[in-house]
């Protein structure tokens, strides 16, 4: 894959030069009138860095001026649609020097499809869009036109409330999860109005906070000031409770550290502070979302970048190593006598074969060391563990005793079994439950550089390179071959037991699970652009 070359400052200057006329170009669209003495100034000072950058990207030039030059010269609609017309055909036909160079990042890619989209039909989406990118462009006049304009929102909350009492003979404005499914069910009708109606409210309510949030010299508010304002305007207050003094907030509604460090998610409803947590070295998560499925915590955004690195570096270094720790693993295995060490090897074991989640009593997740009797199942050669799992999805693996380890497997869960009752824990010794902790001390102690947890890593990332085969797309579209890596590795996800509602999906693997150097090599073989979600996985991983 393409690796994003550090610009010089000239090379910057011009590629902010070509966006910030085409968003000119799109604000003239939306509104003639910003057209004043000063900024067709400007538009005619950035044309020659603007050009240097069409230049680059093999855009054809004339069409470009020709476009510039009928804004500002203030054409009549349709001959500057005309010119719109020839500029989009220049871009098409560039379009794969475009997407190639190393030069235009993913925001640019973006930022470039949602123009095209909106200076063609006029979409009021892709208008939001351009509206919501604006805030990254070190342009202040682009942020000003491009900042929505602060709406009365008591109309929006009074169609809302309204719906909700004719809905469920109630006051409010919002529906909770179980009227909500319930009405989706019985009159999806009705609820497809609901949403229409809640999401213009909610849509007026980020508008206000984009608008305010603006102001803010560096782009972030204290969260207090934003939701006192939020409530206290009529607008929704979508922001978290129970972060106030602790974090500040950006104009999309992400969440900052005092020091202004990216938080890695907004969580909803309930949360607390880490008392613990120092920003200044950064050294532990910063918050916990209460959800009704469990506690989950939140980190900056570099930390967990750089502890997925050194997740990745390990398990880089188990690849190397993995025949050698196997092997002792396996010597374990095959012992005799039953013993602690002989316990650990065969979870190890099921786990390497599986690729299930380990399991944790503390956290009342379900995996392979946690399994009860009644969740083993042997039926002549043939081992089934069946039991729900992780956020209660439902799990079931299958080995079937055609190797040497495997046929171990056996006599050792029977003995195991032996004398247990269905809801006893099956891997015990002297009564008592085998830790994870213990099990990953006894892999520290075979010469393992990885936990029990990173097996599903170290799975993940090996069917994945088997899978993954560039002859298979030689010679197809960028396109079509980010449709093949998502649904190959869909398999991945089937592994490793990861659902989206109810259906397998890729891309938790894509970004937990899978050596971001496999999908590196991949691409770089297919001499293709990942897609943006692919391409954020690989940036967030690589070491």
């Known amino acids: ?54 230049s680059r990207l093999k855009i054809a030039k004339v ?111 919002k529906l909770t999860i179980d009227e909500a499914q319930e009405l989706r069910k019985k009159k999806p009708a009705l609820y497809k109005e609901y949403l229409k109606k809640r999401k213009a409210y909610l849509q007026i309510s980020k508008n206000k906070l984009m608008q305010m949030v603006r102001k803010y ?69 910063c918050l916990t979302a209460h959800n009704p499925n469990g506690d989950q915590r939140y980190y900056r955004m570099d930390y967990r970048k750089q502890k997925n690195i050194e997740k990745f570096e390990k398990v880089s270094d188990l690849i190397d190593n993995i025949k050698t720790i196997r092997r002792k693993w396996e010597h374990d295995l095959m012992a005799s006598r039953l013993t602690p060490r002989k316990i650990c090897a065969a979870i190890i074991e099921i786990v390497f074969l599986t690729a299930a989640r380990v399991g944790t009593i503390e956290k009342q997740h379900t995996g392979i060391s946690t399994l009860l009797s009644k969740n083993i199942k042997i039926k002549g050669n043939v081992i089934v563990f069946d039991y729900y799992g992780k956020k209660g999805i439902h799990q079931k693996h299958i080995i079937k005793a055609t190797t040497p380890q495997a046929k171990a497997l056996l006599p050792l869960l029977e003995q195991l079994k032996e004398d247990k009752s269905p809801n006893d824990l099956v891997f015990t010794w002297e009564s008592k439950w085998i830790m994870s902790a213990r099990i990953n001390k006894y892999l520290k102690g075979i010469g393992s550089p990885v936990t029990i947890h990173k097996i599903r890593t170290l799975r993940g990332t090996l069917l994945a390179s088997k899978l993954l085969d560039p002859e298979a797309v030689k010679g197809k579209s960028d396109n079509v071959i980010n449709k093949y890596v998502k649904e190959t590795l869909q398999k991945v996800g089937a592994l490793l037991g990861h659902m989206s509602g109810d259906k397998v999906t890729a891309m938790t693997a894509i970004k937990y699970y899978i050596l971001p150097s496999v999908l590196v090599d991949f691409y770089k073989k297919t001499k293709t652009i990942p897609s943006a979600s692919i391409e954020k996985a690989i940036e967030l991983n690589s070491f």
């Open 1 to 54: 894959m393409h690796q994003l070359m550090v610009l010089s400052a000239l090379e910057k200057e011009d590629k902010q030069a070509f966006l910030f006329e085409l968003m000119l170009v799109a604000a003239f669209k939306r509104n003639p009138r910003i057209l004043t003495p000063d900024v067709k100034r400007t538009m005619k000072q950035d044309y020659n860095a603007a050009a240097h950058a069409v």
């Open 63 to 173: 069409p470009f001026r020709n476009l510039l030059n009928a804004v500002l010269k203030l054409q009549k609609p349709e001959q500057i649609e005309e010119q719109v017309k020839a500029f989009l055909k220049a871009m098409r036909a560039a379009k794969q020097k475009i997407v190639h160079n190393p030069q235009i990042t993913r925001f640019d890619k973006k930022l470039l499809t949602h123009w095209i989209r909106y200076v063609k039909k006029g979409n009021d989406k892709d208008l939001l869009e351009l509206q919501r990118m604006a805030g990254s462009l070190s342009n202040s006049f682009i942020k000003d036109v491009f900042t929505p304009k602060a709406e009365n929102p008591n109309e929006a909350k009074k169609s809302v409330q309204r719906l909700v009492q004719k809905l469920v003979r109630r006051s409010g404005d």
């Open 217 to 285: 010299e560096k782009g972030l508010m204290p969260i207090v000031e934003a939701k006192q304002a939020l409530s206290h305007g009529g607008y929704v207050d979508f922001l978290p409770e129970g972060l106030s003094g602790h974090v500040l907030v950006g104009e999309h509604g992400k969440l900052y550290t005092l020091g202004g460090h990216l938080i890695n998610g907004v969580p909803t409803g309930k949360s607390t502070w880490n008392p613990k947590y120092i920003d200044s070295e950064n050294n532990t998560y």
